[in-house]
């Protein structure tokens, strides 16, 4: 008989205190079972092998047995169903709790990890939020992005240390001479439907994204993009660029149908990457090892990660970019960044992202900031000041100190500059992002202190962005970040040099001037002297009090000994096509 099935007899004589002896008679016992006695002896056999209850008989007229439960109903049915999920019978779980979500939930917590399912590896994982529809041509967030990186390729892609590794294509070349980037592609490369990626494919989507608003500055001097043969792109451009294999590595550059530019509803995305989208809903994504992809199979045959509403549940397991995360020991893995001021003893790895969180003075806003108000101001509100106020209210997330916006770049120091007097309000523009949120009550807390008033406005993220590319974001401070993809000089250009609230914050003077150094920097340098080259522009941003570095999120991955030789990604998410586990 089925463990469920059994489940339906031992509810029957639940009414039993759990843990004491209870006196009765098989009769008795068979009638409250509603079945025979010689029914009930199974049965109660059965339960007792499973370790549900201790069953001792008594041979004799009118000798009663004993009988002992040793599980609550509830817990049996959480246990049963927690087998369930391991077994991948997710619906069958659910029935068992009685489709009770919050409890759902907390099991999809206790059993994420790696398990074998018939030899197949499979990763369980839950997050606070559903996620969007992961095309790369849309603007999106950290985690989305992470997940293109395991949906699709691109052409090339770019080492920490800038220097260009083949994906897609395996040999390419830069003819400074004629302003020429040619890529050769692999032979009999498809997509995730077995359709055959050629050259005309990739010529077909790069025509579709220059038409988009979001590619129009990226690639304002791509002219042309030709296929001369099946397997060889070319891309001419108007101006030298000795970084554009670097710029076409980045995630919004991800190889996909060039169909699949003007469609909008579809959540089952078509990829070429390691992993293909199986299922897409509010309430999980599942993908699963892509097995015609160009390079190593994933070792991780499947992957579903749940959307659990954070606010019903105790602990929070991936939490990119976020405070609060709490170690459990029932947790198997989980994704975090650390709340304490020093990494955890379990802590297995730990890293100070390639990024900052930052305020911007909006000289285009409603009140503008004048020179003497953004100096003061720029060493009035400290990253200790906001990082004292975080610890004091319970709001310390994992991070470090900033001094400049990249932490591998020489600090900035400055001498506190004289008071100014301030405007009676101010408006601060934030995204809905929990660090800028809570960054956001410090520094209100700190202008308040001065008697001034303050409003903090908060956006989603591509609404802020909209505005800024509008012209209409009309706060005075806005407070910001910025996260380096794992291309990571080239995304650090693309951090100035297609950043519209920086753009558009500092003034058009000054954008001018932003925008002239760095396309001359694009016309000069080599991809791997990206990083150097942008620091003495990026200090002079914050040396002329544009905006104000605070923090650096410090990244951090804890697991349970589960899961072998993990690695933290740059989005702060694990390398899940790379996960193994012995067994």
Avoid at 372 to 379: E, G, I
Avoid at 457 to 470: D, E, G, K, M, V
């Amino acid at each position: 008989m089925s463990d469920t099935n059994l489940l339906r007899y031992y509810t029957r004589i639940a009414d039993i205190q759990v843990g004491s002896d209870f006196k009765t008679t098989l009769p008795d016992v068979a009638d409250t079972l509603c079945t025979s006695p010689r029914h009930a002896r199974n049965l109660l056999n059965q339960m007792q092998q499973l370790g549900w209850l201790n069953w001792q008989p008594k041979s004799g007229r009118n000798q009663r047995s004993t009988l002992r439960l040793h599980h609550p109903v509830e817990e049996l049915k959480r246990q049963l169903a927690s087998d369930r999920i391991l077994q991948g019978q997710y619906e069958k779980a659910l029935a068992l709790l009685d489709h009770d979500q919050v409890a759902f939930g907390r099991l999809l917590q206790s059993t994420s990890g790696a398990t074998l399912r018939e030899g197949l590896l499979h990763i369980q994982l839950t997050y606070k939020r559903a996620f969007e529809r992961l095309v790369p041509h849309q603007l999106q967030r950290s985690s989305e992005r992470y997940l293109l990186r395991q949906i699709y390729c691109c052409l090339v892609s770019s080492r920490s240390d800038g220097q260009l590794e083949p994906q897609l294509a395996h040999h390419w070349y830069y003819a400074e001479d004629a302003l020429e980037w040619s890529f050769f592609l692999r032979p009999n490369l498809t997509f995730h439907d077995n359709s055959p990626i050629t050259a005309q494919c990739i010529v077909d989507l790069f025509n579709k994204l220059t038409e988009l608003d979001d590619y129009r500055s990226e690639l304002n001097h791509l002219t042309q993009v030709s296929s001369p043969s099946p397997n060889k792109v070319v891309f001419k451009l108007s101006q030298p660029d000795q970084g554009f294999g670097g710029l076409i590595s980045g995630v919004k550059y991800s190889i996909q149908p060039p169909s699949q530019v003007d469609q909008t509803a579809s959540m089952l995305v078509i990829g070429s990457g390691p992993f293909e989208v199986i299922e897409h809903s509010d309430a999980k994504l599942c993908l699963k090892a892509f097995d015609r992809y160009y390079a190593c199979r994933a070792l991780t045959d499947q992957v579903t990660i749940w959307h659990l509403d954070e606010n019903e549940l105790q602990d929070r397991q991936i939490e990119t970019n976020q405070p609060e995360a709490t170690v459990r020991k029932q947790c198997n893995y989980y994704v975090s960044h650390a709340v304490s001021k020093k990494v955890e003893r379990d802590v297995k790895q730990s890293r100070t992202e390639d990024g900052c969180l930052f305020v911007v003075f909006n000289q285009c806003g409603d009140t503008v900031l004048s020179d003497r108000q953004r100096r003061f101001l720029s060493t009035y509100i400290t990253p200790q000041k906001v990082f004292d106020y975080l610890d004091q209210t319970g709001l310390l997330f994992g991070c470090e100190l900033a001094s400049n916006l990249l932490p591998m770049w020489h600090k900035i120091t400055r001498p506190a500059m004289p008071a100014a007097e301030l405007p009676k309000k101010i408006d601060i523009a934030i995204y809905d992002y929990s660090s800028l949120s809570s960054c956001a009550l410090a520094v209100k807390h700190l202008l308040e202190q001065l008697g001034v008033e303050v409003t903090i406005n908060s956006y989603n993220y591509r609404q802020l962005t909209a505005l800024s590319i509008s012209g209409q974001l009309s706060e005075s401070m806005i407070i910001t970040n910025i996260n380096l993809d794992d291309n990571r000089h080239a995304s650090a250009f693309n951090s100035l040099y297609h950043n519209p609230i920086i753009q558009r914050c500092i003034g058009e003077s000054s954008k001018q001037w932003l925008m002239e150094h760095l396309t001359q920097l694009r016309s000069q340098t080599p991809l791997p002297d990206y990083l150097d080259a942008l620091e003495p522009i990026a200090s002079a941003l914050i040396n002329q009090f544009w905006l104000s570095p605070l923090f650096h999120h410090r990244q951090t991955l804890r697991f349970q000994g589960v899961l072998k030789d993990v690695a933290l990604t740059n989005w702060g998410w694990p390398d899940i096509k790379n996960v193994w586990t012995t067994g």
